[in-house]
């Protein structure tokens, strides 16, 4: 199953601090709830967990992530991630374009993600509209703790600490609550929509 997601946010550091932070694997991948970064392999790339439980059940998945191409003068970065889940129902791997842009004093980041997901894994993201709003709010709650992560100053002790814990898992329970709100609302949507 193949899916294309956009999304964006803005951090409220300029475009240079902002690329600073956000190309700091080590210190930005805390910030994405679940995800967990382990050794360095080499060329940029870091072997990776990343940990998700919706409602009953959980996935594991563990592979790798890194960036793939950097171009700081024209704000964008390239992040290539893949992984299979530990107890072997399928895997993910994908890529997210992420451009930087100067917005009076803050910076818009925008994703562009292509994200392709097999076996059974595949099962559980069947409805697009679903992945896609558990996605949006994953991103958010990124953009949020990446937000608590600028918001240190760069001469506090603080700022030299890792980004904000992620939690052992993303707990997406609350999350698939409301992205199957979303769904029932397009469908209805569409559904009375036709009978105009």
């Given amino acids: 199953m193949s899916m294309h997601i956009q999304s964006a946010f803005k951090v409220n550091a300029p475009p240079h601090e902002a690329w600073r932070l956000l190309t700091d694997l080590e210190r930005v991948a805390p910030c994405f709830p679940g995800a967990e970064l382990a050794e360095a392999i080499g060329n940029g790339m870091y072997r990776a967990n990343f940990k998700v439980k919706l409602g009953p059940i959980s996935l594991n998945f563990a592979g790798k992530v890194g960036f793939v191409e950097l171009h700081e003068d024209r704000g964008l970065a390239v992040i290539m991630a893949s992984g299979s889940d530990t107890k072997g129902r399928g895997g993910a791997q994908g890529t997210v374009r992420c451009q930087l842009a100067a917005d009076a004093g803050t910076t818009s980041i925008a994703l562009d993600s292509s994200v392709d997901l097999s076996g ?77």
């Fill in 120 to 196: 059974s894994v595949a099962q559980y993201g069947r409805g697009q509209g679903m992945i896609t709003d558990l996605t949006q709010q994953l991103v958010t709650r990124f953009a949020a703790n990446l937000e608590m992560l600028t918001a240190s100053p760069a001469s506090s002790p603080e700022a030299s600490k890792p980004a904000p814990a992620a939690a052992q898992e993303a707990e997406v329970g609350g999350l698939l609550a409301g992205a199957l709100w979303r769904a029932a609302l397009r469908f209805l949507a569409r559904l009375f929509g036709r009978a105009r």
